[in-house]
């Protein structure tokens, strides 16, 4: 018997952002696994298995979930948001080339809401013009490839959306990171921190760069920087069409 | 009595990827508004009216949307995959700027799967690193600005997400894009097409960008260039999550 390796995305939080496609994949799910809060998330019942595993443990979860998919089981991988941005489906298919036993796997990838788009609906239109996406976590890149993407970010004048931007074991590159930005002319710019998007806990602020302080961040937060143009509209922040 | 505007996304095209919060929003609408093949993906029923406009009318259709629920009515703009990725939320906000009668409208913007997302997840994960979407209709930005943006993402090797790449009426801009990043260093990058991505339309095709031919794409293809790093796994195409 063959299984089937599901990686999926369930959205920013609120499971009114969980799409028919991921309800259904995990009401026929004989086993999920994931990050231990992301596997919460997921009502338990009978005959399904709950796979719960610490964060960085991603490559070691990708092959548990391969090994339980190979003996027939019907697997689920959960991200929260979706699953291809800065998520699991990567390291399944890191997996997946060194593991050539598996190569015969049925794999579906099932896309979510992002966090940035969740957090940009809730302050208005953000990324309505053209952005960019930059994980700020240097676990698995050098901080200076971080720094040199900021730059050129910020000559393209992108909307960025910073994931990841700050955790307790690297306190200081999220301050580094504003400093970059303040260096490359984006201190004018329109920063909103959405901290817990569309959960109970959600918080949003919104201030020009130079007032952004570190602690406004953490791992819950994603951080959207407005491009040179971004602007009020009332309460909402909105970055216009039209670009000269 | 005061109306709602609901700005929401439908998704790239599969009814199983819009969400329940998108679902309820149009089952309790009075009225739905927006381009008209995307007013067609909503089921009609007694007591919804459904306003169909045509392409390049954002503004018009706005102002129509913050009339009908400035009187009172339930209305929900409707925009393929999320309303805040080049669609109609920023519209809806620079018409609110402009209007001040209408800043005490109640106005709500619920996310959506925008087009990236499915056709990265249909190909595997070609968005797992740092990336940018570009929109390249230059209909609102000089041509000078997006070959600026292209140029300064090959340098910042992020994998790019094209929309709108070509038009009957610029069939010549997606072919100056190739141009450009071939210049750019770019011509190994894997490049993706993904044809009206989710719906029976379906098609995906990848290629070394080099090999790419300005008509693989139209309106409804999305076109990702994978970063540096971006490779095979069997037949999926991945950006690896470590970076040098």
């Not at 991988?77 to 699953?83: K, L």
């Amino acid at each position: 018997m063959t299984g089937a390796l599901t990686i999926a995305g369930l959205g920013p939080g609120d499971a009114a952002l969980i799409t028919p496609e991921v309800a259904a994949a995990l009401a026929d799910a004989t086993d999920v696994v994931g990050y231990t809060p992301y596997v919460a998330r997921v009502a338990a019942r009978e005959g399904l298995v709950l796979h719960a595993s610490d964060n960085r443990q991603e490559l070691l979860r990708a092959a548990e979930a391969m090994r339980l998919a190979a003996a027939g089981r019907r697997v689920v991988v959960v991200s929260s948001g979706d699953p291809g941005v800065f998520a699991m489906a990567s390291a399944v298919f890191e997996t997946l080339e060194a593991s050539p036993q598996w190569q015969g796997l049925i794999i579906r990838v099932l896309p979510g809401v992002t966090a940035m788009l969740a957090a940009a609906a809730r302050a208005g239109a953000p990324l309505g013009h053209d952005f960019c996406a930059i994980n700020l976590s240097d676990n698995l890149k050098p901080w200076s490839l971080i720094e040199k993407r900021l730059r050129l970010a910020a000559e393209a004048d992108f909307a960025i959306a910073l994931y990841n931007p700050r955790s307790a074991s690297r306190p200081e590159g999220f301050a580094r990171a504003l400093e970059v930005l303040k260096e490359a002319g984006c201190s004018d710019r329109i920063t909103i921190f959405a901290h817990a998007v569309t959960t109970p806990e959600e918080r949003i602020e919104a201030l020009p760069l130079r007032d952004a302080r570190p602690a406004m961040a953490d791992m819950r937060t994603i951080v959207i920087v407005g491009n040179s143009a971004t602007r009020r509209a009332g309460r909402w922040i909105y970055a216009p069409r039209r670009a000269s």
